[in-house]
């Protein structure tokens, strides 16, 4: 058992069900999946960018990354139907806390400039999103043998909560929030 998913039963239910005044440890809200997702753009001109930025996800999630491709063609920016322009990874259950901890244990306070994570986005069903301009923040890949800067969106899907709720939950984890003014 991961240390996430002990700090989640032992510490977090325990505090989300006297706060909330849950009756049953499994109406708590969880964290269903994480969703690792990069938009590769300039790999049109470059195909290189494609492949380096699905081995660095990856290396950071510990998943083979899924390369998706364009649905429509779209002449303004030369992309046809098919083309590679992104790729993502879902990660679930012992994985996901692993990704979760290194997360927010090592890469976001490697974050040039950080001053906490916005508490407002979140999407109204408890769900929590947000953006990381560089994957170098990542141990596992090493500035050295970065050639190409690639940012990444990271979405947090949580069950039966409302935002508050996933708040509190997510801030009991460990997730910097930035403070309210």
Known sequence: MTRMMQRYQAEVIPAMMKEFGYKNPMAVPRIRKVVVHMGVGRAIENEKRMTEASEALGKITG?????????APISGFRLRKG??????????????????????????PRIKDFRGLSPKSFDGQGNYNFGIDEQIVFPE?????????????????????????????????????????
């Open 63 to 71: 998943q083979k990354a899924k390369i998706c491709k364009a649905k």
């Open 83 to 108: 083309q590679a322009i992104g790729c993502l990874v879902t990660v679930r259950g012992k994985r996901m806390y692993e990704f979760l901890d290194r997360l927010i244990s090592v890469a976001i």
């Open 141 to 181: 890949v090493p500035a050295a043998s970065a050639e190409f800067m690639q940012g990444m969106d990271i979405s947090i899907s949580v069950s039966n909560s409302s935002d508050e709720e996933s708040l509190r939950m997510l801030t009991a984890l460990g997730m910097p929030f930035a403070r309210k003014k």
